[in-house]
């Protein structure tokens, strides 16, 4: 028995850790060439537990970094990069065929206080270096870039950052053609919370890409992050979407979960099942709709109990990665049923 603890700790595998179980099905499989169907990751259990990429690279043809590659992350020192996470996650796509979507450039949270502390055109500059330095290691390795993530605030005005307060509105544009210039084949978009129906938020996310797509400013893409709850799907989300697609955009869901009291009941988790089946539905009905990425895959890792106590389950798969009634709703709608 300790020669098998022993073993188990020295591969770096928690011994605790859910071991994966088999899945009725197999979502990348069943979404074939439709579309991409992904998942933020996590370098912890990435990095340590056997049963978490097992399923993350069964189930996942696009991978999300959720936190490796973000600012505050990659340099918390000017000038001192830390790729191992980063590189990790890439590394594990291309040997399991994914796709990645870098995540996230330019961001209003999760910059490193350095970055917060610069004026005017120094900050421009190591935005620029940023961009060109993260985008240029991944070339050809990352297909999608998140690169404004967030830009508004829930009343539709720009939200408040050092990049707004610095730069002014430009900043959006300027950090879109300075990703293209390191990348002329990645796919740009931008990416927003809460602007998944019609309202304030929306409308203005539609005019930024409205007005970027306007003035020739390299924009491939819109992503909707979906994070939603027992509320459900908001009224006019497939509406929405179907605009941004209409001004030749591609759209993505980007970050879809579904929050839920703790714990959980039966009725609760079918509720749960029909909003992700609503959002499969939604994203399969809209042919620009190219991609559906769930922030997280396990109720085991998921950012929700961490920032919103009493709150969670809020994934496809539960803490031991065994499949809940969502998993198995968005399955059957990639399998056509
Ligand atoms: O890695 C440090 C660790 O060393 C430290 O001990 C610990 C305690 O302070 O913090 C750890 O960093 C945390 C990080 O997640 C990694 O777990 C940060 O504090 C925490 O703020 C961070 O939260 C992430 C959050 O973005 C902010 O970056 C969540 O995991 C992540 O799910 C969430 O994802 C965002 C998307 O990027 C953008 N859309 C919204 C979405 C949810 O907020």
């Known amino acids: 028995m300790v020669a098998g603890v022993a073993a188990l700790l020295l591969r770096g595998v928690k011994e605790d850790a859910p071991r994966a179980v088999t899945l009725p099905g197999v979502l990348r499989e069943e979404a074939g060439t439709r579309l991409a169907v992904g998942t933020a990751v996590r370098d912890e259990p990435l990095r340590e537990e056997r049963g978490y990429r097992t399923v993350l690279a069964r189930q996942f043809s696009s991978v999300t970094p959720e936190n490796a590659m973000k600012w505050a992350v990659l340099e918390p020192e000017r000038g001192k990069l830390d790729w191992s996470a980063a590189d990790r996650l890439v590394d594990f796509a291309v040997e399991h065929g994914q796709a990645v979507r870098g995540h996230t450039l330019v961001w209003y949270s999760q910059n490193p206080a350095w ?7 120094q900050l421009r500059q190591a935005v620029r270096e940023h961009i060109r330095t993260v985008v240029g290691r991944y070339r050809r390795k990352v297909a ?13 005005t720009r939200r408040k950052s050092v990049f707004q307060r610095e730069l002014g509105d430009g900043w959006a544009e300027d950090a879109l053609r300075t990703a293209r210039t390191a990348d002329a084949q990645a796919k740009l978009y931008i990416n927003e919370i809460g602007a998944e129906a019609p309202g304030p938020k929306a409308d203005a996310y539609f005019a930024l ?6 003035r020739g400013v390299p924009l491939d893409g ?8 027992e509320s459900g799907v908001p009224d006019g989300f497939r509406e929405n979407l179907e ?18 009291e703790e ?29 559906l990425t769930v922030w997280g895959f396990t109720d085991r890792f998921s950012w929700i109990p961490e920032t919103q106590p009493g709150r969670g389950e809020a994934t496809l798969l539960d803490e031991r990665l065994g499949p809940k009634r969502a998993f198995r709703e968005v399955l059957r709608v990639l399998e056509g049923r």
């Open 222 to 229: 819109v992503g909707f992050q979906a994070h939603f709850s």
């Open 243 to 260: 605009r941004f697609a209409a001004l030749g955009l591609d759209v993505a869901i980007t970050e879809a979960d579904v929050a839920l």
């Open 115 to 121: 970055v917060e502390g610069l004026k005017g055109a």
């Open 263 to 291: 714990p959980a009941d039966a009725a609760a988790l079918r509720l749960q099942a029909r909003v992700y089946e609503e959002v499969a539905r939604t994203c399969l009905a809209i042919e620009r709709c190219v991609s």
């Open 144 to 156: 999608v870039w998140d690169v404004v993530n967030e830009p508004f605030e829930d009343d539709g």
């Open 209 to 214: 890409a409205q007005d970027l797509l306007a």
